[in-house]
């Protein structure tokens, strides 16, 4: 059996807050999932990410993570999350992930 996991990443405005340490809460996030979240998933055969804030969608999904494609998922942490913008569709990311992962 296939072992798939989505992380969703909340992109709305809140993200935009600054938490104690002078520090975005955005920013803290692609930490958190850079240094202690995406190293321990080299057991998953292929990983999604889906951003939400105002609209949701698979922005990029990354394949065969354990055949070295974390540097692709790293870069994309880093470099192409959009800045925090609208509201924070919950559900729908959730339903929308939930959907994704069916098929």
């Known amino acids: 059996m296939k072992t798939i996991i989505e992380i969703l990443i909340d992109v709305s405005s809140s993200m935009e807050e600054i938490l104690p340490g002078n520090k975005k809460k955005i920013e803290f996030a692609k930490e958190i999932l850079i240094d ?6 080299n057991y998953s055969d292929a990983i999604g990410i889906r951003l939400f804030g105002g609209h949701c ?11 070295a494609n974390f540097s692709k998922l790293k870069a ?15 559900a729908l990311a ?4 939930v959907d994704n992962l069916k098929r």
Do not use: D, K, M, Y
């Open 76 to 90: 994309f942490i880093e470099n192409q999350i959009p800045a925090p913008h609208g509201s924070t569709p919950l």
């Open 94 to 97: 959730i339903r929308t992930s």
């Open 57 to 67: 969608g698979i922005i990029n999904e990354v394949e065969n993570i354990p055949q």
């Open 36 to 41: 202690r979240i995406i190293p321990n998933l």
